[in-house]
């Protein structure tokens, strides 16, 4: 099976613009997560979804925003990016089927960079 | 709410020597425990997590590691280092009920010396 993929690998945006960052999770599995790790903060949760819904949100300010659709792809936006949204980006997906205990999958990741 | 400590961000050892890397949670209940590994320009992969039964969890690669709740930890062994090892090592906990996510610790850097 192939693996998470995550696309742009590799991101230069400017203070103020938005930003979509995308996420294909393994083919069957249904939960996606989103991650932001930086060296001061190291991973934070940002928010999961499954089946289409937002199942969870972590602690971040409502420019970050997300979506899951109906073939489990999911993307992530950034609006009105600041310097400290510079990170990188990691997406995890699961099988959605053993709960708390499912094992996550995580994709290579993007790397936003902000100026 | 849940809290991960990783002991050392940075842990270094000689090829063929013991690895340690320590993990401590908080938490009354006794939650689900993962390791993750992260190579440079990668994302994490699951070295291998507890959940209920055996206290002893082998994994992936050699590692393993071993729940132990009177002392809340859950600390990364593997007998023997290799080069291949050098990576950044991440403890994570869910706990055993409701519906709030992974939370990792920080991170331990692992170097290996040859």
């Known amino acids: 099976k192939a693996g998470v993929t995550q696309t742009p690998r590799y991101l230069i945006k400017t203070r103020g613009q938005q930003v979509t960052l995308s996420c294909s999770p393994i083919s069957g599995h249904r939960s996606v997560s989103w991650y932001q790790q930086t060296p001061g903060q190291g991973l934070q949760f940002l928010f999961e979804?499954?089946?289409?819904?937002?199942?969870n949100k972590g602690n971040f300010p409502g420019r970050f925003s997300g979506r899951q659709f109906s073939n489990s792809r999911s993307e992530m936006n950034v609006s009105t990016l600041e310097l400290g949204d510079s990170a990188l980006y990691l997406c995890a997906s699961s099988p959605g089927t053993s709960g708390l205990t499912d094992t996550q999958y995580f994709g290579p990741g993007t790397r936003l960079t902000v100026l | 709410a849940q809290s991960v400590t990783q002991l050392g961000s940075h842990v270094s050892v000689s090829e063929g020597a013991l690895v340690l890397l320590r993990c401590n949670y908080s938490s009354s209940v006794p939650p689900y425990l993962f390791w993750y590994v992260q190579y440079p320009n990668q994302g994490l992969q699951l070295l291998l997590k507890?959940?209920?039964?055996?206290?002893l969890v082998k994994g992936i690669n050699g590692f393993e590691a071993e729940f132990k709740k009177s002392e809340t930890s859950f600390h990364l062994t593997k007998p023997s280092a290799h080069m291949s090892d050098a990576a950044e090592y991440f403890c994570?906990?869910?706990?055993?009920?409701?519906?709030?996510?992974?939370?990792f610790g920080k991170g331990t850097r692992l170097s290996v010396i040859a």
């Open positions: 979804y499954f089946s289409e819904t937002q199942r």
């Open positions: 994570a906990v869910r706990p055993n009920s409701g519906n709030t996510p992974l939370v």
């Open positions: 507890y959940t209920t039964g055996a206290t």
